[in-house]
């Protein structure tokens, strides 16, 4: 059984750091991409970052680009995210998402709320 399970988020003010774990289980480390979406209240959910297990290319959403860093550590098999700077709309409730580039197959966590205050 495949398991994405974030931790890290909480409450932090503007210009503050927070590091996002996503620890997975049941799929094979440089076998799937990995990235972070975010959904804010009343908005649709939006890519924030992904990085791939052929070659560790990342991408990163223009609003948080040299904010935020995505790296990932097979041995651990848990990608993280560093956020920095934190801004009032950063603010969502964060999820991972794996491909799993053998079945073709999308995996969700269940999400990590982040509340930047101003």
């Known amino acids: 059984e495949v398991q994405l399970v974030e931790s890290g988020g909480g409450l932090v003010q503007t210009g503050g750091s927070l590091r996002l774990s996503c620890a997975v289980s049941?799929?094979?480390?440089?076998?799937?991409?990995i990235g972070w979406f975010r959904q804010a209240p009343g908005k649709e959910r939006e890519g924030v970052s992904c990085?791939?297990?052929?070659?560790?290319?990342?991408y990163y959403a223009d609003s948080v680009k040299g904010r935020f860093t995505i790296s990932r550590d097979n041995a651990k098999n848990t990608v993280y995210l560093q956020m920095n700077s934190l801004k009032p709309e950063d603010t969502a409730v964060y999820y991972c998402?794996?491909?799993?580039?053998?079945?073709?197959?999308?995996?969700w966590g269940k999400g990590t709320l982040v509340t930047v205050s101003s």
């Open positions: 990085i791939t297990s052929s070659d560790d290319s990342t």
């Open positions: 998402n794996a491909v799993d580039l053998g079945q073709g197959m999308y995996y």
């Open positions: 049941g799929l094979t480390p440089n076998n799937y991409n």
